[in-house]
């Protein structure tokens, strides 16, 4: 058996596991290669796990199979009934080696409740016709819909009678799903060499392939008999969006044996996505070399190169690229951004300048040009005493950033002392390169401070130095002479996310081994960690509640507000989608709908936006379903403004992190949408996991509804509910903050 390559932890969002499944013998396997290669070709976006299940065939049997498909997984088992007791997932598609498929099959992805099959017509041997679901047809299976008892009787009852009988259908009639007949249609109904439907997405075989008079549908299952290297071309081949573990599959033997430009690029910009840069660059710079025709090729390796911290290449590249007029705005952008992260400020200008001079309305460039221009506007301090001073190493959000991470390091600061200016703190963004200079900084300040936040992640700002959000060599960590504390960091990796950890793992050593304290966020986070550490290290890592969940503790002069706002605030969070949703978007959108209609009864409903990509579910909501909401955009709001949106609002329904943390911790009642494991991991820490509801949740808008109108009609309750769970997280912060103060000496 294979497995997916992704560090799935599904059972913590609720994450829906699907795939597609096949039974078959060692006559039958050509067909279920026919049929991989239709499902690639038709639906070439479609990438979930592809689970043969056999009799018992060798292990070598499969080989053909794995070089067409990246997720194979292979099972023994007695029969086609196995399809439902498969272990793993939540969503099976039953298919057979007699079918191709012909057309999307979306749809199918996106079936929520019971058995979706196909009621076909059929005659039993004295011409009677019958309508029943056949035991060898398509099926959409809903796991938790079938019991086993259900299941057992379906097994049964397919080994008595392969034609199917009365049974089978009664067995499937309190969990039937009606599916459309094109999504399995039967090529009997194409006699005399009938064309085969447009609209058909399955065509399932019922006689043999080469029946005379079924010429149509012989040449519509031809067109997937193709040998590897024809398959692999015809899928490289196809317009628009490709699934990346599909293309990373099928791509890189093609470009060995037919070495191209565009599908180099095409193929390491999979990897650039995936996180493998290392490999990125190595498809590229064979075929790259000094070319000034690539300029996309050589921005690609650019940005590879740099997130490979190899810095002084990505900059030549990247200069190449910015010699093409329809490149340069980017490439401008990423020179800014290089120049930035090198601690090179006037460099980083100029090239944001040069990228406006080549399109004045980049946007890219215009942020860099105003994070970096000389004369912009900066807090003003009395001189600092260096030795007086903490080093706060984070991620200092500007501009139209997430609010979050603008809340955030100020919500550290205040933890260690209520001045959390210049004066006492010496600031060092996470993102930029630690080199000998930075070094001798953070090391004339009494201590260094790193936190908090996500950043225990691979992307967002990847570098090859500890392959997390710090980048800072080991050797030059190594060399950190200041106390060291790592506080309130999380590890951000989503359900799915593939992390190629090793480089992370001796770093996050490292690390450990310097720290005079070591807090993560969360005891997931904990627990993620730990696993990647050597045992005696692991007790090392220590819980520290984020500091945003205990803000009714840290902000001077807080005053818990005697009324509130009739007002319930709604976040969602866009990034990374295809992570969150998997094929679950329109259902969550819809459910969502439902909910906020029931809720505008009875109280004021607003969104939240933390920053501006997460407007896209105010417009996607209008456009779906007519339903308008008012926006408060945070990210535009001071950190003070924020806390006191949140305070004076009555519950708080949120996506991000923060969204759920920043209220949690100004008083107020919550409920967390689930799409990420940070969100279950807080609500699992202070006990209220009733608080939060999967994206994925079938019933989730009937269910959000209500768990929202117990708050509301209880709100003291609800109030003091989240007061009693804040008690213990800031219990926990005072007795860390305490060994601290004698770490850091009482400045």
Not at 449 to 454: I, S
Not at 478 to 489: H, I, M, N, Y
Not at 715 to 740: D, I, R, S
Request: glycine content about 8%; proline content about 6%.
């Amino acid at each position: 058996m294979t497995h997916s390559l992704a560090d799935d932890r599904s059972t913590v969002t609720g994450r829906r596991r699907i795939a597609f499944a096949v039974h078959t013998d060692t006559d039958r396997l050509p067909g279920v290669a026919t049929l991989i290669r239709s499902l690639a070709l038709t639906n070439p976006g479609v990438c979930e796990d592809f689970v043969v299940l056999h009799p018992g065939l060798p292990d070598s049997a499969f080989d053909g199979l794995r070089r067409l498909h990246p997720r194979l997984v292979t099972r023994r088992a007695a029969g086609r009934g196995d399809v439902f007791r498969l272990d793993g997932y939540d969503t099976v598609v039953a298919l057979d080696p007699a079918m191709v498929v012909l057309g999307g099959i979306g749809a199918l992805l996106r079936l929520r409740h019971g058995v979706g099959a196909v009621r076909q017509v059929w005659c039993d041997g004295e011409g009677v016709e019958h309508r029943a679901v056949l035991p060898d047809g398509l099926l959409v299976v809903q796991r938790a819909d079938v019991d086993d008892a259900t299941a057992a009787r379906l097994d049964g009852d397919r080994d008595r009678d392969g034609n199917g009988n009365g049974d089978w259908d009664a067995a499937l009639a309190e969990v039937l799903t009606p599916l459309d007949a094109r999504y399995d249609f039967l090529t009997r109904r194409l006699h005399d060499d009938t064309p085969v439907p447009e609209q058909v997405a399955v065509l399932r075989f019922t006689g043999p392939a080469d029946a005379p008079g079924y010429g149509p549908a012989v040449a519509a299952r031809r067109r997937f008999e193709l040998d590897d290297e024809e398959f692999r071309a015809a899928y490289c081949a196809l317009p628009g969006e490709k699934h990346p573990d599909l293309l990373a599959h099928l791509a890189p033997p093609l470009l060995r044996a037919r070495p191209s430009l565009d599908l180099a690029r095409t193929v390491a910009d999979v990897y650039r996505r995936q996180g493998r840069y290392d490999e990125a660059v190595d498809v590229l710079e064979p075929v790259v070399g000094d070319r000034l025709d690539a300029p996309r090729c050589q921005e690609t390796l650019g940005v590879c190169l740099m997130a490979l911290s190899r810095y002084e290449e990505a900059e030549a590249r990247l200069l190449l690229a910015a010699a093409s007029p329809d490149v340069a705005p980017r490439a401008f952008a990423q020179l800014a951004r290089l120049a930035w992260l090198c601690g090179r400020e006037s460099d980083a200008h100029a090239y944001a300048r040069d990228g406006l001079e080549a399109d004045p309305t980049d946007s890219g460039c215009h942020a860099w040009y105003v994070r970096t221009r000389p004369d912009r506007p900066v807090e003003r301090a009395e001189p600092a005493d260096a030795a007086e001073q903490l080093a706060h190493v984070a991620l200092f959000a500007e501009g139209q950033e997430n609010a979050g991470d603008k809340v955030l390091p100020e919500a550290v600061r205040m933890c260690f002392d209520t001045d959390t200016g210049p004066r006492r703190w010496y600031q060092q963004p996470v993102h930029r390169l630690v080199d000998e200079a930075v070094l001798e900084e953070l090391n004339a300040r009494r201590g260094v401070v790193v936190g908090g936040g996500g950043l225990f992640l691979p992307d967002t700002s990847p570098n090859g130095n500890s392959h997390w959000q710090w980048n800072v060599p080991d050797r030059l960590l190594a060399r950190l002479t200041a106390p060291l504390a790592v506080f309130a960091v999380g590890y951000n990796v989503f359900d799915g996310q593939l992390y190629r950890r090793g480089r992370f793992a001796e770093s996050l050593r490292v690390l450990v081994e310097r720290s005079a304290f070591f807090g993560l966020r969360n005891h997931g986070s904990i627990e993620r960690v730990r696993e990647l550490l050597p045992e005696e290290l692991r007790d090392r890592v220590r819980y520290q509640p984020c500091p945003t969940t205990v803000a009714r503790y840290l902000v001077p002069g807080w005053v818990d507000p005697v009324e509130r706002a009739d007002t319930v605030l709604v976040n969602c969070a866009y990034d990374r989608a295809g992570l969150r949703f998997g094929h679950d978007y329109g259902h969550f959108l819809a459910q969502m709908a439902d909910a906020l209609r029931g809720l505008r009864e009875r109280t004021d409903v607003r969104y939240a936006a933390h920053m501006p990509a997460d407007e896209k579910f105010v417009h996607d909501l209008r456009r779906e379903h007519g339903l308008s909401l008012p926006v408060e955009q945070l990210y535009d709001m001071s950190n003070d403004a924020i806390r006191d949106l949140y305070r004076r609002s009555r519950l708080v329904i949120g996506m991000r992190g923060h969204a759920g943390m920043i209220p949690f911790g100004c008083g107020t009642p919550i409920l967390s949408l689930v799409s990420h494991p940070k969100l279950a991991y807080f609500l699992s820490d202070i006990g209220r996991q009733e608080w939060g509801l999967s994206v994925h949740d079938r019933d989730l808008g009937p269910r959000l509804l209500e768990r929202a109108a117990a708050v509301l009609d209880d709100h003291p309750g609800a109030v003091a509910n989240v007061h009693a769970a804040q008690k213990f997280l800031w219990e926990t912060t005072q007795a860390n903050l305490e060994e601290l103060r004698e770490t850091f000496g009482r400045a």
